[in-house]
């Protein structure tokens, strides 16, 4: 089991900047699959960003050249880096671990892009 929980959400203008973090229970050495999903209101919950493996990424189109993930298995955590941010990023975002057949979710972090 593991226990997921994001911070470094906010409000933030158009063009700005954010960087996500979540943080796990547990090492997360063992756990390949991490990443970050949003959902909007409304919408259905789409990926993000996320690992495949220690370090295949894989991203949705609207957050490539503008997302980074990154993970520190020392530190347990895996983080979102947001740049260039649109109205159209605002949204929950999610923390997300796959461990077996498990999905784990965290509680989520808003995310608000607008002028």
């Known amino acids: 089991q593991v226990q997921l929980v994001e911070s470094g959400g906010g409000s933030v203008q158009p063009g700005g900047s954010l960087r996500l973090s979540c943080a796990a229970s547990?090492?997360?050495?063992?756990?390949?699959?991490m990443g970050w999903y949003r959902q909007a209101p409304g919408k259905e919950r789409e990926l993000v960003a996320r690992?495949?493996?220690?370090?295949?990424?894989s991203y949705a189109d609207s957050a490539k050249g503008r997302f980074a993930v990154s993970r520190d298995n020392a530190k347990n955590t895996v983080d979102l880096q947001m740049n260039s941010l649109k109205p159209e990023d605002t949204a929950a975002y999610f923390c997300?671990?796959?461990?077996?057949?498990?999905?784990?979710w965290g509680q989520g972090t808003q995310v608000t892009v607008s002028s």
């Open positions: 547990r090492s997360i050495f063992t756990i390949w699959h």
């Open positions: 997300n671990a796959v461990v077996g057949s498990i999905i784990y």
């Open positions: 690992f495949t493996d220690y370090t295949t990424t």
